[in-house]
């Protein structure tokens, strides 16, 4: 699957923005995809991470983006979404849209892989008055 990110900019803290994360070559909903991000002088942080079992939707967020951040799915457009709000300068870094495999994973599966198989390119978001 080729996974195609968009979205980032400059927003002031406290605001809103929309990623979006454009699918081809395969079906994301056969995939646990989501989003990872570096920060500057950083290593890569799983952000959020949704799977689907039949009607069932897990969703994963690390532990400074609940109740911020919400992703989903549109699976009519094959695209992911990250839905970023009360952003803070700590938010700022570049996003990446990655997907694994969802048939490598057990019934249920609720977190971000590890070692996501396929990256799209990232997105800038940077976050500063």
């Known amino acids: 699957v080729q996974l195609q990110a968009s979205g980032g900019g400059l927003v002031q803290p406290g605001g809103s923005l929309r990623l979006s994360c454009a699918a081809s070559g395969g079906t994301l909903d056969d995939y646990v995809a989501g989003w990872f991000r570096q920060a500057p002088g950083k290593g890569r942080e799983a952000v959020s991470c949704?799977?689907?079992?039949?009607?069932?939707?897990?969703?994963y967020y690390g532990d400074s983006m609940k109740g911020r951040f919400n992703i989903s799915r549109d699976n009519a457009k094959n695209t992911l979404y990250l839905e970023m709000n009360s952003l803070k300068p700590e938010d700022t870094a570049v996003y990446y849209c990655v997907a694994d495999w969802l048939g490598d994973y057990g019934l249920g599966y609720n977190k971000c892989p590890s070692a996501p198989g396929f990256w799209g390119q990232g997105t800038l978001v940077t976050v500063s008055s």
């Open positions: 949704i799977s689907s079992y039949g009607f069932i939707d897990y969703k």
